[in-house]
């Protein structure tokens, strides 16, 4: 699954590999998005994976964000078992990283 939307200006690229995604997560998604946005203005696109590998046993799911900000882009990326916490965990280390431009 792959969709785009633009959110207050920001160009939200996710790509679910094999998988579709429910509402749910895709309002998780935006509202990270938009609390980072308060923390650093000048974001003007984020791309956004989500994994879900079934044969597994563990940390089954992978959440990756790429911001586009001028200069370097920050990237997180986390292993889990829930998407929702997965962003959660994501968004703060994103946060971490743009506090210190």
């Known amino acids: 699954m792959q969709y785009t939307e633009i959110l207050t200006g920001i160009k939200i690229n996710v790509q679910a590999v094999d998988i579709s995604i429910d509402e749910e997560v895709k309002d998780t998604i935006r509202k990270s998005i938009t609390r980072l946005s308060r923390h650093y203005g000048k974001?003007?696109?984020?791309?956004?994976?989500?994994?879900?590998?079934?044969?597994?046993s563990t940390e089954q799911k992978k959440v990756s964000i790429r911001l586009g900000i001028p200069g370097n882009d920050p990237f997180a990326s986390e292993y889990g078992d829930n998407f929702h916490a997965l962003l959660a965990s994501v968004e703060d280390k994103l946060r971490k990283q743009l506090a210190k431009r």
């Open 43 to 56: 974001i003007e696109w984020a791309d956004v994976y989500l994994e879900d590998k079934k044969e597994k």
